[in-house]
């Protein structure tokens, strides 16, 4: 008998394509949304980031040059992006509110470095309906 009901089961979890219990915490957990971003003097491209309110955004960040830094401005978010090659600075920012958030170098790059900046825009998440 037991082994017949764990046959079932496995049946049962082999015709679909996603787990229930992955099912039920899709539908509470946050969207999600990764970016890659690329710096070079003297600028990041993108350098505008859609997104909505409450999403868990992580952005990627390499450099094609020299060492920079990422800073949201109005966040704690401030991480230095490595030389070209070595490697990707990863940060995680989820917007409160809808908006424009700012971002920037933060890290002297060079005589252009104050105008390597970009920016987040955050609109509200379309209501889920109930
Ligand atoms: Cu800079």
Known sequence: MRTLLLASGALLLGSMSVAPWAVSRAQDAPLV???DVAAERFSFTPSEIKTTVGTVLTIRLTSDDTAH????V???????IPKRSRGTAT???TPEKAGRYTFECSKLC???H?????V????EAPKDEE
């Open 74 to 80: 109005g966040s704690d978010v401030n991480i230095e």
């Open 110 to 112: 060079g005589a252009g």
């Open 33 to 35: 949304q990764t970016v």
């Open 120 to 123: 987040i825009i955050a609109t």
């Open 69 to 72: 830094g990422f800073r949201i």
């Open 91 to 93: 940060v995680t920012f």
């Open 114 to 118: 104050s105008f390597m900046r970009g």
